[in-house]
């Protein structure tokens, strides 16, 4: 009897657990390719990390980009135009504010037209610094990305031609309050201080490059993957342009060499997934 009544007590309780987990607000997540994301915290906020939502890996870029409304906060992570992408246009219409470094974010506003009033003090640092945004909901850390960074204006316009100096290129670690805490490498090779980025609290979710060419590929991502040792890792920055060869299975491969304890998800183009959820299919495989 007493047996039986400890089982439903337990059952009681873990079903009980379950259900404030299931019904704790979510962060949702999508990948629209390359290094663009959209995430949506659990009070409603919306942030688009280097948001090339038009890129050629994706067939529905287009009508996606016209159809958003709403966007508090865009991340750029440097200076290239698979990166900085359809920042300007979403800052038009949404009135959101641009993080990122200093440099680079004057770069954008002089020479890729995003607008001046957007981007100030308030969301702007760089390596090493955090910033607390929309009213504590979001924390962002500046962490440093072994690559290059500059924005080519384009040449029909009355901007000057060529390369122009878009800062230091970066990777940012963003905090959300109940959700999530996500690395988003940017481009980058793997460089061993990675494993510092813990320093910012455990890292949930890692974004991680693994097209090769101009970033890690599968294996040097994998190992970048056990330096952070995230939850989950998600594999971006392949696909939308032939020339990065890295695959998703490639990939997948390596990391369950690399970094057996974390969960690697390969997201579709377009697809959205939640947090905590993600991290209760998790806990129960
Ligand atoms: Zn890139």
Known sequence: MNLLRLLLLTAGFISSLLSTALAAPSTEITWYGQ?????????????????WINNPGNSKGKEILAAIKKA?????????FDHVGDSTEIAKKTGAQLVASFDLGKAMVQYGGFPEKQFGFGTTGNFGGEVSLLDGEVKVAFVPALHSSSIEPPANSSYPRGLQYAGNPGGVVVS?????????TGD?????????????GKVDIMMVCIGDRFTMGPRRAAMAVK???????????????????GTAPEFVAEAKKASPATTIKVLQVNETFSWPQAKLTMQTK
């Open 188 to 200: 980058t090779d793997l460089f061993s201080d990675m494993a510092l980025v813990k320093e910012y």
């Open 227 to 245: 330096l952070v040792s995230p939850d989950l890792a998600i594999p971006m920055h392949f696909g939308a342009l032939p020339i990065l060869t």
């Open 72 to 80: 508090d906060l865009v991340l750029v992570t440097h200076g290239h």
């Open 35 to 51: 290094s663009a994301f959209r995430i949506t915290t659990p009070s409603g906020k919306v942030l688009y990390m280097d948001p």
């Open 176 to 184: 959300i309050k109940n959700g999530p805490t996500i690395y988003h």
